[in-house]
């Protein structure tokens, strides 16, 4: 039957696509994104202390694929909301579920032999919503024009189908003999497969998001998942969402695959960049809060400044890294030697690593 935009796309076919050819523009592609990635999976591979940095990054991306979906917090609630409980908007707090559910991924493949299945992406999207949503399971569901009204995309329907195309999925992604495409290739096509399916009734968006970090860390091309991709689809949305139709209704992988190498490419280098500048300002730091605080200087605050941008009294004790008036003192002295900027919220005064802020704010 005939694609229609009008009708469940029930006939969305199983992958690969069979006349996908690796041009020489995509294996050029290829070379480049293989290198870069490999460059930022080293770099994560020599930190001393990589949960520090790549929870920051994380929370990067988190809130970059959450803006996809017009789920808007800006870095300072964020940052704020992560320092503390029970105080943060709604956006914020879709933002930390993001993050969370990409560490929950992780979590279910060390825990399944690495492999990448159906109940993990529902665990994910569970962990995303804070609820027990699973597979879509009535009619209706339809993708349509924000401004106008009209159906762009009508996905697969119903729960027998959607399960039937995900098991599809799972081969693909997980047996290697399926396909002797290229990794980065094949993640292209995954993350088209799964925003075609569409299998939950929201969600979609930020759960292919995180299968795609899933998978380059099941692949072994990158130890940890920092790569930081959202920010490139944030940037050229209106392009991802382009193409993703032209797949769909003109069979156009090449284009596909070509901008989502690209997004590799680019966001490889900005997130090793990040990380080099990161890494340069802690250094920085170090030497000097040493000088600051002499004999007191303590590398578990270093840390959490680099964790949780955004410092207080309460935090600093609730971590167990000093007493009330240790941790007054400390502060304000940070503070007096422009380590820490202080800003009064409410009644509670907070200490803000503003540096580390406007390193994350720069593209």
Same mark, same amino acid.
């Given at each position: ?39 930022? #999976?080293?770099?994560?591979? !020599? %930190?001393? +202390? $990589? ?5 920051? &990054?994380?929370? =990067? ?112 992604? #997980?047996?290697?003999?399926? !396909? %002797?495409? +290229? $990794? ?5 096509? &995954?993350?088209? =497969? ?170």
């Amino acid at each position: 039957m005939a694609y229609s935009k009008n009708s469940p796309f029930n006939d969305l076919p199983n992958l690969p696509p069979i006349d996908f050819i690796e041009s020489p523009e995509i294996l050029r592609h290829l070379a480049k994104a293989a290198r870069h990635l490999g460059e930022l #999976n080293g770099l994560c591979a !020599s %930190l001393p +202390d $990589p949960q520090l940095l790549i929870n920051t &990054i994380v929370l =990067q991306e988190s809130k970059d694929s959450s803006a996809i979906e017009n789920i808007v917090t800006t870095q300072d609630e964020l940052y704020k909301a992560a320092s503390e409980e029970g105080t943060a908007s709604h956006a914020a707090k879709e933002v930390l579920s993001y993050r969370e559910a990409l560490y929950v991924g992780l979590e279910k493949m060390t825990t399944q032999k690495n492999l990448l299945m159906t109940n993990t992406m529902i665990e994910i999207v569970q962990t995303i919503k804070q609820n027990k949503s699973g597979i879509r399971t009535s009619p209706g569901t339809a993708l349509k024009n924000a401004i106008n009204g009209e159906i762009i995309y009508t996905p697969p329907c119903c729960e027998d189908i959607l399960r039937e195309k995900l098991t599809a999925l799972e081969q693909f992604i #997980n047996d290697a003999d399926n !396909s %002797l495409l +290229d $990794p980065l290739v094949k993640m292209a096509f &995954i993350h088209y =497969q799964f925003e075609a399916i569409h299998p939950f009734a929201d969600g979609n968006g930020r759960t292919g998001r995180i299968v795609n970090a899933l998978y380059l860390v099941q692949q072994q091309l990158l130890l940890q998942p920092v790569l930081y991709l959202s920010s490139y689809i944030v940037k050229y949305k209106t392009e991802y969402y382009q193409l993703l139709r032209a797949v769909t209704e003109k069979n156009n992988w090449h284009d596909w695959v070509m901008y989502i190498l690209t997004a590799i490419i680019e966001t490889a280098q900005l997130t090793t960049q990040k990380i080099r500048s990161m890494l340069s300002l802690k250094d920085e730091y170090e030497k000097q809060m040493k000088q600051t605080l002499g004999a007191s200087f303590s590398y578990e605050l270093l840390q959490l400044m680099f964790t949780l941008p955004y410092l207080k009294i309460e935090l600093l004790e609730n971590k167990n890294i000093a007493h009330r008036q240790t941790a007054s003192v400390w502060l304000k002295k940070l503070k007096e030697a422009d380590i820490l900027r202080p800003q009064k919220i409410g009644r509670t005064t907070y200490y803000i690593n503003y540096r580390l802020m406007e390193l994350l704010s720069t593209d």
